[in-house]
């Protein structure tokens, strides 16, 4: 049973960094593909960044790139995704949620041709608050 736990939210000012991160168990280091949404209150959840365990395959948002990196790391029980958040910035302010798929061979091969979407992955977490505010 996959299950996916955020942590590392919070409050800051603008130009703050935070750090969250995804402990997800059940999934495979390697065959899994993970990502990191958001969503602001009242719009659509949106990708933020996403990578394909045990690779340097990346996705990021150009909203983000430059700002935010992607970091993993295979526990003995989990896999776990972190995301480095710099230069935060009021709209960046969102709930964000982490997301997981057990076999994410195919839908990385599609991130060369659109970006990762919300049903590319079965499997999310609870989410985490981030607001970004002076």
């Known amino acids: 049973q996959v299950h996916l736990v955020e942590s590392g939210g919070g409050s800051v000012q603008p130009g703050g960094s935070l750090r969250l991160s995804c402990a997800a168990s059940?999934?495979?280091?390697?065959?899994?593909?993970m990502a990191w949404f958001r969503q602001a209150p009242g719009k659509q959840r949106e990708v933020v960044a996403a990578?394909?365990?045990?690779?340097?395959?990346?996705?990021?948002a150009d909203s983000v790139k430059d700002r935010f990196t992607l970091s993993q790391d295979n526990a003995k029980n989990a896999v776990y995704l972190y995301l480095q958040m710099n230069s935060l910035q009021p709209h960046d302010t969102a709930i964000y949620l982490c997301?997981?798929?057990?076999?994410?061979?195919?839908?990385?091969?599609?991130?060369?041709?659109?970006?990762?979407?919300?049903?590319?992955?079965?499997?999310w977490g609870q989410g985490t608050q981030v607001t970004v505010s002076s």
């Open positions: 997301a997981a798929e057990v076999d994410g061979a195919g839908t990385f091969v599609a991130w060369n041709f659109r970006p990762p979407k919300v049903t590319d992955f079965h499997y």
């Open positions: 059940g999934v495979t280091f390697g065959s899994a593909s």
């Open positions: 990578i394909y365990t045990g690779t340097t395959r990346t996705w990021y």
